[in-house]
Nanobody, 117 residues
Framework: QVQLVESGGGLVQAGGSLRLSCAASGRILMISGMGWYRQAPGKQRELVASITGSERTNYADSVKGRFTISIDNAKNTLILQMNSLKPEDTAVYYC???????????WGKGTLVTVSS
């Protein structure tokens, strides 16, 4: 019933920007945190940015100052604004919702971001 759907990925030149969205549907309770992960070819999935209910945020060192994570509560949507994109940012980006009390994670299917030089 719970479903996360990412959108906004695509092909962009280095220095450009993209805005990723994660739309949540279904009944989701006791959310501990939300985040964006990415996985490049041949590499493990890594945390890019996260946000808590108190709207505290943290970012991977590689994206600090360039990416911004936010929540649109009215639209039940998690946002990742990506600016000054680099070829190293090329990856499939995944939306995640974590419920700590149950040790549960919900994942989207991912959206591909490709940054050309």
């Amino acid at each position: 019933q719970v479903q996360l759907v990412e959108s906004g990925g695509g092909l962009v030149q280095a220095g450009g920007s993209l805005r990723l969205s994660c739309a949540a549907s279904g009944r989701i309770l006791m959310i501990s945190g939300m985040g964006w992960y990415r996985q490049a070819p041949g590499k493990q999935r890594e945390l890019v940015a996260s946000i808590t209910g108190s709207e505290r945020t943290n970012y991977a060192d590689s994206v600090k100052g360039r990416f911004t994570i936010s929540i649109d509560n009215a639209k039940n949507t998690l946002i990742l604004q990506m600016n000054s994109l680099k070829p190293e940012d090329t990856a499939v980006y995944y939306c995640n919702i974590h419920i700590a009390v149950y040790g549960t994670d919900y994942w989207g299917k991912g959206t591909l971001v490709t940054v050309s030089s």
